[in-house]
């Protein structure tokens, strides 16, 4: 994956970039640093002739290493250039903020250094430089410039710790992500798509990477694809394997992938659809315009299956009559099983409370959900005594409106 690290003159850019570089290389991925104002030193002398010639090297640089940490401001020539030839949602973009006055602070600290690039302008103009780039950033240009082929965009503000920032970045879903979009580029697959968190562009580091490749292909041929690229990488033990139409890579890094192999979108459209998923263009990793076209036109045309309250409230009566049969028999593994399909059930109730009316095995934003309504109190865990687990339960049924008794005896 390219990540770029862009902002202003002086914002901490490569400080940033160096640790990220040592995050990288501790988890056994060697990512180098293109640095623009490196390649000026190596190849410009002030004239716009040899800027030139430095930012096509570092062009070219950048185009050539797919794997690398890129530093640079954003804008200018040589941001265009890179812009114009990145494929869709094919990097990252990490935004350093800063207030000018604190980056013309550094300015004076790092004279010195800065003397030693051979800008093509005085180095006494780059004051107001800053203060130019700076309302450029504050109305939002960044963004605007790069969204084509910005898979995301992350901002740090240049007092944070770059630490803890980067330790909750989920850069090696990137990575990951980055080595399976290249290899099935590579081996002209035309359509791949995101799912889920990161379909929504909001993965965390705690999150799975889920994806549909829509292909005509064998999934053993994928399959064994996939299993003989990581193992030539070795950067990572892992485990493979294939489940119904998915392919499931598990990385010892804690990170877990789901590829669907299907030959056609409206056998997911489910899962896509349930991903409340508001910009369909970021959640194409490969394909066209047609793609986005045709995913657009099947969802709104999608009528998705909705929680009826009626024949879930009737569920739930159906499962509270096995609970409290469970308990009469003593069965404990019945009663944990049955506990389950209630509370299963009152979820989806509570979703009708919330105007949650689509479900599918776990709802969005589940968690808030659950704490709203303290739902915890009814999870049993086969210790607590099953009387006082079922009193607890009429309890809690009562407090969201079910007036339904679970009797003891």
Known sequence: ????????????????????QLYLKSKGLEYPILSIDDFRIKYGDGS???????????????????NAIIEMVGF??????????????SCIIIYVES????????????????ERIPYPESINNIEQTILH???????????????NVCLKLYKINTTNNPDYFIEKLPIYHYHYLSEIIYLLKSLNYKKLISFGGLGRCDINIFSDIDLILITKRDIIQIYSLLKNFFESKKEEAFIIYILEEKIIIKFFSCILIEIAVISNFSKYILFYHGS???????????GDEKLEKEIKSQILSYVPNTIDKEINIKKLYYYLELLQK??????????????NLVINQIIRILCLKENITEFLYCPKNINKLLKKYKVRLIFWDM???????????????????????????
């Open 1 to 20: 994956m390219r990540f770029f690290i862009l902002g202003n003159i002086n914002c901490g850019k490569s400080t940033l970039a160096k640790h990220m």
């Open 99 to 114: 207030q000018p006055d604190i980056c013309i602070k550094r300015l004076k600290i790092k004279k010195k250094i800065l």
């Open 48 to 66: 716009q002739e040899k800027e030139d010639m430095a930012q096509n090297k570092f062009y070219l640089s950048v185009k050539n290493t797919r």
């Open 276 to 286: 409340n998923i508001k910009d369909i263009s970021k959640s194409i990793l490969i």
């Open 133 to 147: 780039l700076d309302n450029y950033f504050k109305i939002g240009k960044l963004k605007e410039k790069w969204n």
């Open 383 to 409: 210790i607590t005594d099953k009387q006082e687990h079922i009193k607890i339960l009429s309890n809690f049924l009562a407090s969201i409106g079910i007036n339904y008794n679970v009797y003891t005896n």
């Open 76 to 89: 200018g020539n040589i941001g265009t250039k890179i812009v114009e030839n990145l494929d869709k949602n």
């Open 326 to 339: 469970a308990y009469l028999n003593n069965d404990d593994f019945r009663f944990y099983f049955m506990n």
